[in-house]
Structures are given as structure tokens and as C-alpha cells.
Antibody, heavy 121, light 109 residues
Framework: QVQLDQWGTGLLKPSETLTLTCGVK????????WNWSRQSPGKGLEWIGE???????TYNPSLKSRVTMSVDTSKNQFSLKLTSVTAADTAVYYC???????????????WGQGTLVTVSS | EILLTQSPDTLSLSPGERATLSCRAS??????LTWYQQKPGQPPRLLIA???SRASGVPARFSGSGSETDFTLTISSLEPEDFAVYYC???????????FGGGTKVEIK
């Protein structure tokens, strides 16, 4: 059974850099796209971006200038960096695995447990 | 950006009743539409992929339908554990795009 465990700094000051990592257990990185999304308190979900095992990444245009994703295949994990954070970046951040079957997108499954990141001075 | 509009915002129903949730896309997404269920304090759970394909372990009372711009998630007979928030999501390959709907809360009447 695939399990995603995520960790990172939960409290940041404005202008700092958010860094989160997601470790993959029970599966390997090749063959899938590894995603980050976030959910602001009491609000809906926002996709941040995705990356594959070769390091090829696609980002949400609204966040692209501040986002960098990376992979470490030796540790079977992938990471998110978001620079110059503000209070608007306060949210629960989730990692998730995206799969395709015969070219058809099959959704995010599973998801990590979520990490609450608070930006406050 | 493709926008997804879910309706209604809230659905108040009793256990045993049928729930019908709508998701409308601002432009065609083919059948690249996914449904998730989310309960408080938990990550979303995959229910339906490719508009109508139930994910592994999802009960048969959940079904999805639709294509292009109009999609529906139906819960045929609500169980107590089905009261939650439901989100739709679209994924298009070119240009690369992924967005979520605003969610529909199914609450106990």
C-alpha cells in the first residue's frame, strides 16, 4: 500500500521560504507525477504543481514565479519550495500521487496527511 | 484557466436519500474530471476518476457521469459516513492545467 509522509516547517515569517518534503513508501517515483496542493483555512483546494522522477515540473501559473519542486530518487522523496511567503500562503499543504492509465488521468491517490503552514510576523 | 463551478454550495439531506451534485466546467475537459470526498481534518479521498470510473474500494452507491462541460456525482442512498464535502477536479494536458471546484457540502438535514 502506497503511503505519503510529509514534513517541513510549520511557522514562517513573511518573506521567508516555505520548504516541504514528501516521502514515498510502498512505491517508487518513476511512472507517476508527484503533486503539491494547498487548502486555505475554511476554503477550497488550489493546485501548486507537479513533478516527475526526471525532474520535469509544471507549476500553477499563479504561483510559478515563487515555486520550485525537486525530486531525490535515491531517497524516494520530492520537495516543494515557495519563496517570499505572505499571510496569503497560510494553508494546509498536501502532497499527492497522480497516475495515468493508458494515457487517461486517474486522479490523486493517495494524499499525504497534510501540513499546516502558518505565515505570521 | 479552466474554472469549475460546483452546485449547490450546500445540500441538506437525510440518510437514505439520494444526493445529486453538479460540476460545470468553463470549457470542455472531455472526461478528465475527478471527484473527491473530504472529511474534517483529513486529506481528500479519491472517489471517481475519468468522470465515471469508481476508484478501488469506493462503494457502488457512488456514481459519476457527464462529459465535456457538465458532470454529476450521485450518491444513490446516503449513509451516515457520506456527510462530507465533495470536490471536483479537472486535468488537461495541453496547455497543462489542473483546477478544483469550490466544493459542495453534504450535510445532515
Amino acid at each position: 500500500q502506497v503511503q505519503l509522509d510529509q514534513w517541513g516547517t510549520g511557522l514562517l515569517k513573511p518573506s521567508e521560504t516555505l520548504t516541504l518534503t514528501c516521502g514515498v513508501k510502498g512505491d517508487s517515483l518513476p511512472g507517476y507525477w508527484w503533486n503539491w496542493s494547498r487548502q486555505s483555512p475554511g476554503k477550497g483546494l488550489e493546485w501548486i504543481g507537479e513533478i516527475n522522477e526526471r525532474g520535469s515540473a509544471t507549476y500553477n501559473p499563479s504561483l510559478k514565479s515563487r515555486v520550485t519542486m525537486s525530486v531525490d530518487t535515491s531517497k524516494n522523496q520530492f520537495s516543494l519550495k515557495l519563496t517570499s511567503v505572505t499571510a496569503a500562503d497560510t494553508a494546509v499543504y498536501y502532497c499527492a500521487k497522480a497516475s495515468y492509465l493508458w494515457g487517461t488521468y486517474r486522479g490523486f491517490d493517495p494524499w499525504g496527511q497534510g501540513t499546516l503552514v502558518t505565515v505570521s510576523s | 484557466e479552466i474554472l469549475l463551478t460546483q452546485s449547490p454550495d450546500t445540500l441538506s439531506l437525510s440518510p437514505g436519500e439520494r444526493a445529486t451534485l453538479s460540476c460545470r466546467a468553463s470549457q470542455s475537459v472531455g472526461t478528465s474530471l475527478t471527484w473527491y470526498q473530504q472529511k474534517p481534518g483529513q486529506p481528500p479521498r479519491l472517489l471517481i476518476a475519468a468522470a465515471s470510473s469508481r476508484a478501488s474500494g469506493v462503494p457502488a452507491r457512488f456514481s459519476g457521469s457527464g462529459s465535456e462541460t457538465d458532470f454529476t456525482l450521485t450518491i444513490s442512498s446516503l449513509e451516515p459516513e457520506d456527510f462530507a464535502v465533495y470536490y471536483c477536479q479537472q486535468r488537461t494536458s495541453w496547455p497543462p492545467s489542473l483546477t478544483f471546484g469550490g466544493g459542495t457540502k453534504v450535510e445532515i438535514k
